[in-house]
C-alpha cells in the first residue's frame, strides 16, 4: 500500500512537471544586454537561455541535451561580482578609510545601492536590471504575514528581521561617508527599502567562493560572490551537482551529476535544506521536498501532556538538559524517531526512569507504552493540522485587498502550509496502521485518554 501510494504521488508530480510549460526571454531587452555584456567578459552559454516557466518562473532552459557529468556552466571570474569588484571600484577608497572597517557583506550591499542608482551609467547595468525588485524573504512581510509562519520560523524570522534592521543602524554612519560620490541627500538613497532590497540580493543570489580576507574588511568570513546569469538557476531539492571555483580555469563552473533534456528547466542544488530553511532564506518553497518536515515546539509538545503529572518538570528538564527537545519531527513517513523517543521518555514512570539509556538505544518499555505514545502522536499530529487548516483560512481572508508583491508573499506562505498539510495527512496514515484495530482511546475517542 505505502509503495503504491508513493508510485501514485511520483506519477502525480511527473505529469504536473509535464503540464508546465515555458517562453524563452532570450530576445527581451534585459537578457539580450546581459547576455551581450556577459560575451564582452568572456562568457557566453549557448546550451542555456533564460526562460519563463509556468510552474516556478524565470530560469534557465536547455536548449540540447546535457548528458549526466557535463559542465552545466563556467562563468569566468572577472563576471563575479565580488568584494574584490567593489574594493577595485570608485567606493574602495571610501572602505579602505572606514573604521571600524565594514563587513563583507555591508560593502556588497553598499555597491548594488550605488550601482541601482547610477542606472545605464553603471557598469553593472546589465545584471542589476534583471535582478528582481523586491522579493518574498520575511524581511519583506507585514506583521500579519508574519503571524501565518509555524511558530519556530516565526521566531527564526524574527530574528533575521532585528538583525537586519541592527545592521542598518549601525551602518549609517559609513553610509553618510559615502555622500561624496553623489549629488542626491545619501539618506534619500540608502533607504531601508533600498538596503533591505540589496540585502535580500546578496543573502538569496551569492555563492559561496572563498576570498583572501582583506585587512579593509571586518574579520567575517569573505566567502560571497554576486553570479550574473548562473543565479537564474533554479533550486531542485532532487537535482545533484558540484559546483565551486576552479583555480585552474579562473571560472566559477557547475557540473550536473543528472542528465537534462532538450527544453527541460536546468536546476541546481542548494543543499538538503527543509521548506522552512528555504522560504527563511531564500523566500521560496519546493513542492514535494524530500527534506521537508513538520517541526513540533515545547509548547505544542505539551499539548498532549498530562499536567497533572507531578514529574512532567523533571522529565522536561532532563529533556532539554540532553538536548532532546529540538527537531521533533512529522515527515512523509510519518514521526521521526527522535519525536517518538521523546515521547517514550515522558511515558516513564519514576520505577523505569533506570531504563531511559535502553529507550535511547530503541529497546521498548511495554506494548501499552508503545500504544500510548502512538496515540499521543496521533493527537499532536491532529493539533499542527488543526492550526495548519486555520492558518489557511486567515491567509485566504488577507489575500482580499492585497497588492501583488503581498499576493506573492501570501503565496510563498500558502505553499509552505499546504505542504506541511500533506505531510500531516501522511503522518497520520502511518500513526493510524501502526495502531490495532480496536483499542480503548479509539473506540471512546482519542481526546479522553491520560496516561
Not at 504575514?145 to 519556530?152: A, D, F, N, Q, S
Not at 561617508?177 to 533591505?196: H, M, W
Not at 551537482?241 to 532538450?262: D, H, P
Amino acid at each position: 500500500m505505502k509503495n503504491s501510494n508513493g508510485r501514485r504521488s511520483r506519477k502525480k508530480r511527473r505529469r504536473k512537471r509535464e503540464d508546465a510549460y515555458s517562453v524563452t526571454l532570450s530576445h527581451e531587452a534585459p537578457f539580450v544586454n546581459l547576455r551581450r555584456w556577459l560575451k564582452k567578459k568572456g562568457f557566453s552559454s549557448r546550451s542555456l537561455v533564460p526562460a519563463s516557466f509556468s510552474d516556478i518562473g524565470r530560469g534557465l532552459m536547455a536548449t540540447k541535451p546535457i548528458k549526466a557529468n557535463d559542465l552545466l556552466i563556467s562563468l569566468p571570474e572577472r563576471c563575479l561580482l565580488t568584494t574584490g569588484t567593489v574594493l577595485k571600484s570608485y567606493m574602495g577608497e571610501y572602505i579602505k578609510r572606514w573604521q571600524p572597517p565594514v563587513s563583507p557583506l555591508v560593502a556588497l550591499c553598499s555597491f548594488l545601492i550605488a550601482e541601482r542608482h547610477f542606472g545605464d551609467a553603471s557598469e553593472w547595468s546589465p545584471y542589476i536590471k534583471v535582478l528582481p525588485k523586491s522579493y518574498t524573504c520575511p524581511v519583506y512581510f507585514s506583521d500579519d504575514i508574519m503571524e501565518l509562519l509555524p511558530y519556530g520560523l516565526r521566531k527564526k524570522a524574527a530574528d533575521q528581521r532585528e538583525q537586519f534592521q541592527e545592521l542598518y543602524s549601525s551602518s549609517q554612519p559609513f553610509f553618510s561617508s559615502l555622500q561624496p560620490l553623489f549629488t542626491q541627500p545619501i539618506e534619500d538613497l540608502f533607504t531601508q527599502d533600498a538596503f533591505r532590497w540589496a540585502w535580500s540580493s546578496v543573502n538569496t543570489r551569492t555563492v559561496y567562493m572563498e576570498h583572501v580576507q582583506s585587512d579593509f574588511l571586518s574579520r567575517e568570513k569573505d566567502v560571497l560572490a554576486l553570479a550574473p546569469y548562473l543565479d537564474l538557476l533554479n533550486h531542485c531539492p532532487k537535482v545533484q551537482v558540484e559546483a565551486g571555483f576552479n583555480k585552474l580555469t579562473r571560472c566559477y563552473e557547475i557540473r550536473t551529476i543528472q542528465s537534462c533534456r532538450k527544453f527541460q528547466q536546468a536546476f541546481i542544488c542548494y543543499g538538503p535544506h527543509d521548506n522552512q530553511r528555504l522560504l527563511l532564506e531564500y523566500g521560496f518553497v519546493a513542492p514535494g521536498n524530500q527534506h521537508s518536515v513538520v517541526y513540533v515546539d515545547l509548547g505544542i509538545l505539551k499539548v498532549c501532556l498530562n499536567e497533572g503529572d507531578k514529574q512532567l518538570r523533571q522529565k522536561l528538564l532532563f529533556l532539554k538538559d540532553n538536548d532532546f527537545l529540538k527537531n521533533l519531527t512529522f515527515g512523509i513517513d510519518g514521526p521521526s524517531w527522535r519525536l517518538m523517543t521523546v515521547l517514550k521518555l515522558l511515558s516513564l514512570k519514576p520505577e523505569q526512569y533506570s531504563s531511559w539509556k535502553s529507550v535511547l538505544l530503541g529497546a521498548a518499555v511495554s506494548q501499552d507504552t508503545e500504544e500510548w505514545c502512538i496515540h499521543k502522536a496521533q493527537m499532536l499530529c491532529q493539533h499542527l493540522s488543526d492550526d495548519n487548516i486555520n492558518v489557511l483560512k486567515r491567509l485566504a481572508q488577507l489575500k482580499d485587498g492585497a497588492d501583488q508583491a503581498q499576493l506573492e508573499q501570501l503565496g510563498v506562505v500558502e505553499g509552505l502550509r499546504r505542504e506541511e498539510r500533506a505531510i500531516l495527512e501522511r503522518s497520520k496514515e502511518v500513526l493510524q496502521s501502526l495502531l490495532p484495530q480496536s483499542l480503548p482511546w479509539q473506540r471512546d475517542g482519542i481526546r479522553n485518554t491520560e496516561r
